[in-house]
């Protein structure tokens, strides 16, 4: 099991950029594919991207495809997203979580993650 704790989250206008960050607790953090989710107002929590345990592979959803990066150093243990071109129907809560794997894999739905933070709150203004 890891600790994991999201940051930079904000309020931003639409077409500007935010990196959220993700620290994991330990040092098994190599161990772990990690993906980002979010969870829109009054909506269900969806799928952001996913990236594999050495960072070679990843997925981004169709609706930040071109506009989100997701990346990781596993020498930190830390996991980002990079958010360019917001939209309002960005806003929503994000939240990291992560895959005990021992292939170089990911998963893509949220019920492969077995521990998640606490989220950060990302705001678009239009």
């Known amino acids: 099991q890891v600790q994991l704790v999201e940051s930079g989250g904000g309020l931003v206008q639409a077409g500007g950029s935010l990196r959220l960050s993700c620290v994991s607790s330990?040092?098994?953090?190599?161990?772990?594919?990690m993906g980002w989710f979010r969870q829109p107002p009054g909506k269900e929590r969806e799928f952001v991207a996913a990236?594999?345990?050495?960072?070679?592979?990843?997925r981004p959803a169709e609706s930040v495809k071109g506009r989100f990066t997701i990346s990781r150093d596993n020498t930190k243990d830390t996991l980002y997203l990079q958010m360019n071109s917001l939209k309002p129907e960005d806003t929503a809560v994000y939240y990291c979580?992560?895959?005990?794997?021992?292939?170089?894999?990911?998963?893509?739905?949220?019920?492969?993650?077995?521990?998640w933070g606490q989220g950060t709150q990302v705001t678009v203004s239009s």
């Open positions: 979580a992560a895959q005990f794997r021992g292939d170089n894999g990911m998963g893509l739905t949220q019920t492969e993650y077995h521990d």
């Open positions: 330990g040092r098994t953090f190599p161990w772990y594919a």
């Open positions: 990236i594999s345990r050495n960072g070679a592979a990843s």
